[in-house]
């Protein structure tokens, strides 16, 4: 009975809530989410809004996709503004032409307005001869009536004759192509197609003005019908600003989520690139007793520069708020005697450096309303780098933040090159600077191995036992056991092995599949140098833990697991900001006591109808890069391993999809997190190492035929983006001249030469993205080094690349004064955005209290991790070099699954080059793993042969000898023997770690059964899956009696209800 009028009484308070989220929508000043730290002031702007260097004032820098820049014939600003930056727009459009419907004819006005003068002055070439500055002006229905409507869609000569009269004045000023703006382009499609086809006849452009996705639009304008448009639209220019016009009480004018939300809810990765999201340069005031008021930038200015007797002196110190959920600033306009004459919703840089960054992270194109109303410091849009988001899309693209308009600097402290970013004034430490200052001159590579780098390769891979899932066959540190201990999938798929994402405990495919593809391309490569340091055993170790995941996550060839975990629930999750496991900030080990029933780790499936080619490409390249590395140890393993791959990537080619667009919520919220950028890449990338697996000819044509439609991947290496490394893999295993040379192109991004584009800190940090800027760095010195090893280290261009590669790696490794690596060095981070290293299970503080406490602990305490993380890759500095040591801060202080795998390969790449005899074997030895803490179990007993995991010495080095666990893990038969030499008396209990079998006691769901059975008879469960072992059983649970599904609504409100229970009242 209390529990029911508990939950009664929390659903009521739930929906109290939504109502009034709704009804008030935020906005109104009494509910704004403020942030002090985004602080900024009128005698701010007023002071810096002119300041313009106009040093590159031709160069485009935005790489998102083209720019679009409006300009209106009433304000002159603008047609200035153009020809001032001519060469950063793609397409000008001036606002000259409105169609008027006249009966039997149409009139088009605004002919007067055009200025064949200001057009050649606006128009050019860039260096490499693509066209910018195309005059491409607009066109909008004026004053039309629905029976204007109806005349023009029912009469086809109507259109026909419409389409002469615009075309008569493409022609006769020589036009670049045409903007329509028509209101709402699904009733005109005749018309639009057929102008379309007409313009393309004479090389001409057509660009449609879209009403953007919102309750009211939202039968007007959909995803098929943009989908269909798009094949005959050139452009769209998407009004994404307005936002709250139609609201008295105003608001921001362009939510940044719902920005991005129609980015992800009109495009796929296929017509993405079509898209050119609106950016307002205007502001809007509101005040309840009358209508909104749109005022340019120079309006603003007045007002706050107009004198207050609340103010004073009459000094102009007026606080500009920032809108956390918006992502936008606004503030109180006063009048002389404090009166309140509207609140002022306005773009500032931060707000726009915001929306900019979304543009890049999906590549979509801009088109800005409108050029002349903005602050000519708006032209430095892009100085300084701030990004509040966790892990978008990464892209070599993005080190072009620097400007859409370009590259101009208003009033920053510059070091060297780069900018410095404004300090934080709410973080709980200071920021902090390299001890030392740059070197002055080129980098000169050591000539002798300036770090033990085979006790950072140690210390990596140690890492990854941090990050571990499942029950472990033996503890590598005392903090850390065993966890994700129902990780069923639906079908009964035991997906406990692998490890975690990041801090949290998800498994999102993309990034879990990469990271499996890279850790095997570094023993691919440098498992020779590997095994000479004792690291090899540990790495293949690694790789089996994350193929086991990857086989059971492979149910069948249907349904293949792309997720597992619980982040957010659905939309409702945005509002309340409701998300599952990111809200959790305990030990691993303790998630499933702490979420709701039914809601830890759930598996998503990807199936043909509901494909994602870059999953399960990456799956496919991952297994049979596994292949590669397993296959002297195993050949039945790698066999299988292959044969999987081959299948997977007959699944992601013939039902080719992305997740991105999926109607799956997991998938949905891996977007945001994870965003997809295309799976071209990961196709080429599957078939490239299928073939380096096989050898098999036929692979390699099928590899070539999907690497020459990747093109546009070929900017960064990531585990979105596979198109650097996929020059390099092709090259390795072939030797011919287009991978050599595509991947000599790729690299002269960063060496010195004419061609090179990426930018450096101050003090030699090759800056690709400001979020996990060292992993990032890393990530190409290891395709560097992989590059000069095939080259046998010999020649200028080898020599550069292995500089490059040593610079960012010493960089990271303390150079400056500052490691990057949590445990090397002597000045290392010691706050590390990390939740098990500082909340373990046998060490929680704060156990029992309310989840909104411990997470306040966590990002805000000054208490250093309780455990050192070592080997952790933190996320890296700023454009200046410049960080925060904390966990408030997570931009810097993030670790990832990502950030360490290439950087392993490469830091192997260094002692391949110095030479495997310059490095001893590390080892645990004097490594603090928690064993003394009062509360740590036993550790392992390792045996006089081990050296690995011990002080012992004698062990035959480079023989895959020194290593236990190896010899484990190669001798499963006497699993229960061994591990009972490590844990003496358990090795009966714990055998199953190692041989699998039916021991871990898993919770399945009920009602599955019926279901796995349907998929198996229709699909046929694959030999290699019938062959595995699932160690799990149902627990003894009455089964329902009602097959009747419930309702996706009800299972809806059942799983938000769960989930509010657990973050709000479970502890």
Known sequence: MVNSYFITLLFLGFVGFFHTSYTHDNHINTQLVLSTSQ????????????????????????????????????????????????????????????????????LITGEHDVDRSWMEQVKGKTASGDLVGKIVPRFQLEGWKLEDYQRFINDKKKAHQLIDLIMNQVKRYEYDGVVLEVGYPVALLYFLEHISRTLHEFNKELIIVLPPLRQEYQQMITADIYQHMATFVDRFSLMTYDYSSYRADGGPNAPIDWMMDNIIGLTNENNRHQLLLGINLYAMSYLPTRPPQPLVMNQV?????????????????INIEWDQESEEHWFEDQDEDGIIQGIIWMPTIKSLQRRIHLAEDYQVGLS???????????????????????????????????????????????????????????????????????????????????????????KSYLFYHAQKSGYLPYQRMAWRGDSCKVCVGKYGEDLSHGWYEAANTMKWGLPFGWTATQLAFNIVVFGDAMKAVDELAEGLELLKWGADYLINAHYNDTHVVGQLGTSALGPISKLIELDVDFNYWGP????????????????????????????????????????????????????????????LFKLATEHQGSYVSSNDNAFQWATFWYPSTHYVDELAWSAAWIYAATKDPDWLDTAKEWYLKASDSFTEYSWDEKGGALHVLLYLFTKEEMFYTNSMEYFNQFLPNPNQIVKYTPRGLAYIEHWGSVGYSGNVAFLMLAMAKAMDYKGTEAEQMVTFATQQINYALGDYGYSWVVGFGDNFPSKPYHKSSYNSYIDYPM??????????????????????????????????????????????????????????????????????????????????????????????????????????????????A????????????????????????????????????????????????????????????????????HHHHQKDKKQKTSTANPSPCSSYVVSVLAALISLIFIR
């Not at 430095?380 to 590259?407: C, D, E, P, T």
Request: proline share 7%; net charge negative.
């Open 962 to 1029: 020194s290593s236990y666990s190896w010899k484990l893990l190669m001798n499963p038969q006497a699993a229960e023997t061994m591990i009972d030499t490590l844990y003496p008396g358990q090795g009966a209990a714990r055998a199953f770690t190692v041989t699998g079998g039916n021991s871990i006691k898993q919770q399945a769901k009920p009602n599955d059964q019926g279901e796995k059975q349907q998929v198996d008879d229709e699909n046929g469960k694959t030999e290699g899956h019938k062959k595995k072992k």
């Open 301 to 317: 200015l007045e007002r706050l520069a107009a004198p207050r007797d609340t103010l004073d002196d009459n000094e102009t110190v």
């Open 39 to 106: 602080h900024l002031t009128g005698s701010d702007i007023l002071s810096q809004h002119s300041n313009i260097n106009d040093g590159k004032k031709s160069i485009k820098q935005f790489t998102g996709g083209d720019t679009l820049a409006y300009v209106t014939p009433w304000n002159n600003k603008g047609y200035d503004i153009v020809k001032k930056f001519k060469g950063k727009f793609d397409y000008v459009s001036p606002v000259w032409y409105n169609i008027q419907s006249q009966q039997e004819r149409f």
């Open 847 to 960: 156990r029992g209290e309310f989840q909104d406490k411990v997470e306040k602990d966590f990002s805000e305490s000054k208490t250093g991790q309780r455990f050192i993380l070592y080997g952790a890759v933190e996320g890296g500095p700023s454009v200046d070099d410049s960080w925060y040591d904390d966990r408030s801060n997570y931009e810097y202080s993030e670790v990832t699954q990502d950030y360490n795998s290439a950087w392993t390969g490469a830091i192997a790449g260094l002692i391949d080059y110095y030479g495997v005899d310059k490095f001893e074997p590390y080892t645990d030895c004097g490594l603090d793993l928690g064993w003394s803490h009062p509360n740590a179990s036993t550790p392992p007993a390792w045996p006089a042969d081990d050296c690995y995991h011990t002080c012992n010495k004698g062990c035959p080095r480079g023989e895959m």
């Open 368 to 458: 800005l309303w409108e050029v002349g109303q903005g602050l000519d410091y708006f032209m430095s849009l892009f100085s300084v780098i701030i990004m509040n988001r966790k892990r978008r899309s990464a892209s070599l693209k993005s080190f072009a933040l620097i400007a859409l308009l370009g590259g101009f600097i208003s009033n920053v402290v510059v070091h060297g090159a780069m900018e410095e970013e404004e300090d934080d004034d709410d973080s709980p430490s200071p920021k902090m600077y390299p001890p030392l200052p740059p070197i002055k001159g080129p980098y000169i590579a050591p000539i002798t191995p300036k770090y033990n780098y085979a006790e950072v390769i140690h």
């Open 588 to 647: 691993p080990e303790e998630y499933e006591q702490w979420v709701p029933t039914g809601l830890p780790h759930e598996a998503s499936y990807i199936t043909p109808d509901n494909p994602s080619s870059e999953i399960i490409g990456e799956y496919s390249a991952a297994m049979a890069a596994i292949s590669i590395a397993w296959r002297p140890y195993d050949e039945a393993f790698a066999d299988d391993l292959v044969d999987r791959a081959k299948r």
